[in-house]
């Protein structure tokens, strides 16, 4: 059977309904996402061997034969070990995987597969430690094995077997112009694919990287330049005149604005009566005030008679700024409203009629506002909170839920000038560079992770003292589960220890809205003492009487993200820490937390860092897709993005047929898509 790649998966030789279930858990419905669901690493090893010719920890490829399943053990600091007994034909020996309980659904006693997996030699005897499967047709054919990124119930040989189905069946158009291709001796984009996920070689997979990455960068600055363009084009934006009540607002606001804020205000008011659409970017450190600078501004636009929206990348700052917005403004008889996905339906439906009607005239809400049947009586400003991600997609959706709207970024992550220019391409700058007054220092240290009980007996004398603690707790990439449980271990075990006394809870992502707001509430009203999470609070949160913020596992972290991070703190009068808890292996670490113990000032940290290592450093651990990039590290690929920047902005003025097409096509195809490597 021929697959298209929007061909569901279900069309896919060997995929049933629960492994259709799984995929699309993991966010992968078509063959499309599938063949963009790339091998995190390759492993070069092409000989099978039996277990009696490893060494410990020896990386083999084995074949198998499945003898037991075994009960599932939980050990001390809770945990789970799978075992599953397997025979090489010659010896019996065990498997164990830690922390990954659905992998014995995965196996049927006397099956026969090929395991990849690291040996290790366990009180005298050989183990083989958390394995994948790889799959027998691959081994035969070439010298490298791919590792793809895995969740719950899907293992390595599922996703190899799959999308080698269907690279079998499927050539890949091309989808670049000959000239560019010829001109950066790109390898084509069927053998960039294929490649990827089945190198037959070093050099084959450097080739792929390269097309893919260009590719990626490539559709990004298109995108980017032509939302500008798109914008620029005709100068029709709504002119909002200084509204007569913006003075009354001024003496009403709860502070004196800082020198920088009152800057920003200004040239964004300047921007907003111009009769060009604003689209401009608020770049300022944590805490620097972004908030009231949005305020004031959606405040103009609706005293214009338009509505406002602000979008915040997380449910919890959209509450926050909900908050906030509404206190602020309470003496001028606004309608504010959020829409967000903890509300039910009924709610939804009915904060959806008003705003149709212009009943609301500020909404604040999350990425749920950017839903097609989200729609405006007359949108005049929009602005989005976005943090570290680059996510024109969202601000072109939001641009055409009105005419001509004001566009407003803020962000906290300072991008340096040189990217900056590349990645927001389509807009103005302003930056808030001054903290408001008697802000202070936040005093940071760190500690080696084997000396952690100190941070935590700190943490007891704060909380004596009538202050609250944070204890962060990093995402790890390739196995959500696997972090979730090492904040729940970290639970028990901290609040068994050190924390006996005092209410603790956890915060994470994969909690269902209602559940996380509650908790931040109670955390607000100081109710709970220690808030155990994953970065889910990195986004403006705050709690002015949280004076201690640990974080665990520091060296995982970009140090922008541990700088945002620690702004959690530092936010009411009293003295505030951070102890950053690290795994010291490298003088390259030490290094990094050492600038974080020397500097509070975010533009400083970022440059610093960037000097020693890339951008997926700097802006911690990606979420795949989060930022739309699969392959690419804006910092480290900076002379891909030059050069695609370039060449995106040579397509755009090209009038050879070809050239139009190409444009055409792959705009049309990155609508539907929210990542900028598209195909037919
Ligand atoms: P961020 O830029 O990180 O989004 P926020 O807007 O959340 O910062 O502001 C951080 C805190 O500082 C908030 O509690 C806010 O009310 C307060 N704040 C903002 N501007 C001022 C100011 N000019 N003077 C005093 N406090 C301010
Ligand atoms: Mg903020």
């Known amino acids: ?65 499945v003898i037991d399943i075994c009960r599932d053990v939980r050990t001390q600091n809770n945990k789970v070990i ?47 430690s958390n394995p994948v499967e790889v799959i027998k047709e691959s081994i035969s054919s070439k010298k490298i094995n791919s590792i793809y990124p895995l969740r719950s119930g899907i293992t390595n040989g599922i996703i190899s077997k799959s999308i080698n189905t269907i690279l079998e069946t499927t050539i890949i158009a091309e989808n670049l112009p000959k000239w560019l291709i010829d001109k950066y001796k790109l390898c084509s984009l069927n053998d960039a694919i294929k490649d990827i996920h089945n190198p037959t070689s070093s050099a084959g997979l450097i080739a792929a990287k390269r097309r893919l990455k260009f590719q990626e960068l490539f559709t990004y600055s298109l995108k980017v330049l032509m939302l500008k363009d798109y914008i620029n084009k005709d100068n029709n934006g709504i002119s909002f005149f200084i509204a007569k009540e913006m003075q009354e607002l ?60 602000l979008m915040a990348p997380t449910e919890i700052l959209a509450f926050q700024h909900l908050e906030e917005v509404t206190k ?42 950017l839903e097609d049947n989200v729609e405006f009586s007359n949108l005049g400003m929009v602005v989005t909170d976005e943090q570290h991600r680059f996510g024109v997609m969202q601000r072109s959706k939001l641009f055409n839920k009105g005419n001509n709207v004001d566009i407003l970024v803020m962000t906290a992550t300072p991008i340096p000038r ?23 220092k936040i005093d940071t240290s760190y500690i080696n992770k084997n000396q952690k009980s100190k941070a935590y007996l700190f943490a007891l004398e704060e909380i004596r003292k009538g202050h609250q603690v944070y204890i962060v707790c990093p995402l790890v990439e390739e196995s959500e589960e696997l972090s979730i449980t090492s904040v729940e271990e970290n639970y028990k075990v901290l609040k068994e220890e050190y924390f006996k006394d005092y209410t603790v809870e956890i915060l994470h992502g994969k909690m269902p809205p209602k559940v996380k707001n509650d908790i931040m509430n ?53 003295k505030s820490y951070c102890i950053l808890l690290a795994d010291i292996k490298s003088t390259v670490t030490k290094k990094r937390m050492e600038i974080m113990q020397k500097s509070n000032d975010g533009f400083y940290i970022s440059e610093e860092d960037l000097k020693i290592r890339g951008s997926g450093e700097i802006f911690g651990y ?24 370039q060449e995106a902005k040579a397509l755009l003025k090209s009038n050879l047929q070809e050239d139009i097409r190409v444009k055409d096509e792959i705009m049309n195809k990155i609508q539907r898509s929210s990542k900028y490597i598209c195909f037919n």
Request: net charge positive; aromatic share 6%; glycine share 8%.
């Open 1 to 65: 059977m021929k697959l298209d790649v929007s061909s569901e998966l279900s069309s896919i030789k060997g995929i049933g309904e629960k492994t259709k279930q799984n995929f699309n858990l993991f966010g992968i419905f078509n063959v499309m996402d599938l063949l963009l669901h790339f091998p995190r690493s390759y492993e070069n090893i092409s000989k099978p061997k039996q277990i009696s010719e490893a060494v410990d920890n020896e990386k083999i490829l084995i074949h198998v034969q």
């Open 82 to 128: 799978t075992t599953i007994v397997f025979s090489d034909g010659e010896t019996e020996f065990k498997a164990k995987w830690f922390n990954q309980p659905y992998m014995k659904n995965k196996f049927e006693i006397d099956k026969e597969i090929t395991l990849l997996g690291m040996v290790k030699l366990y009180r005298n005897e050989k183990i083989l």
């Open 250 to 309: 001024k003496e009403n606001l709860p502070f004196l604005l800082t020198g920088a804020q009152s800057r920003v205000v200004r040239e964004i008011l300047l921007d907003q009566k111009k009769k060009v659409s604003m689209n401009r970017l608020v770049q300022g450190d944590v805490g620097s005030g972004k908030t009231m600078v949005a305020i004031i501004s959606m405040f103009n636009v609706v005293k214009n008679g338009y509505q406002a929206a």
């Open 328 to 369: 602020v403004l309470k003496n001028f008889d606004l309608r504010i409203a959020i829409l967000s996905g903890s509300l039910t339906a009924k709610e939804k439906k009915l904060v959806k009629e008003r705003l149709k009607l212009g009943e609301i005239d500020i909404l604040i809400g999350t990425h749920a506002m």
């Open 418 to 440: 040189t990217l900056a220019l590349y990645l927001y391409g389509d807009l103005e700058v302003s930056i808030i560079d001054e903290l408001p007054p008697g802000r202070q």
């Open 522 to 574: 109670r955390f607000k009203a100081e109710e709970i003492k220690v808030l155990i999470s994953t970065t889910v609070i990195e986004v403006g949160v705050n709690v002015p009487n949280a004076s201690l913020m640990i974080i665990e596992n520091a060296e995982r972290f970009g140090l922008a993200q541990l700088h945002q991070l620690r702004g959690r703190v530092g936010r009411g009068s009293s």
């Open 622 to 645: 990606r979420q795949s897709g989060e930022d739309g990039f699969i392959l690419s590290d804006i910092v480290q690929d900076v002379n891909i993005l030059k050069i695609a920047n």
